[in-house]
């Protein structure tokens, strides 16, 4: 795996704790906020968005 993949898949990790922790506006749209927040693709931020939900079920 390059540098660049392991960065992308760290945001990812960070922007799905983000969103996992609750610290999203929920009056607003979620893709575009993980997208400005931490540059992600569509694609990351849709793997933000799943691998929200495992963190959420850990918490629980």
């Known amino acids: 795996m390059s540098g660049a993949a392991g960065k992308s898949d ?3 990790d960070l922007a799905a704790n983000w969103l996992g922790t609750g610290s999203v ?3 607003k749209a ?3 906020q ?3 927040k931490f540059g992600l693709t569509a694609l990351q931020a849709v793997q ?3 691998e929200s939900r495992l963190v959420l079920a850990r918490a629980h």
């Open 34 to 36: 993980l997208q400005d």
């Open 48 to 50: 933000a968005i799943r």
């Open 10 to 12: 760290s945001t990812v």
């Open 30 to 32: 979620i893709l575009p």
């Open 25 to 27: 506006d929920r009056t």
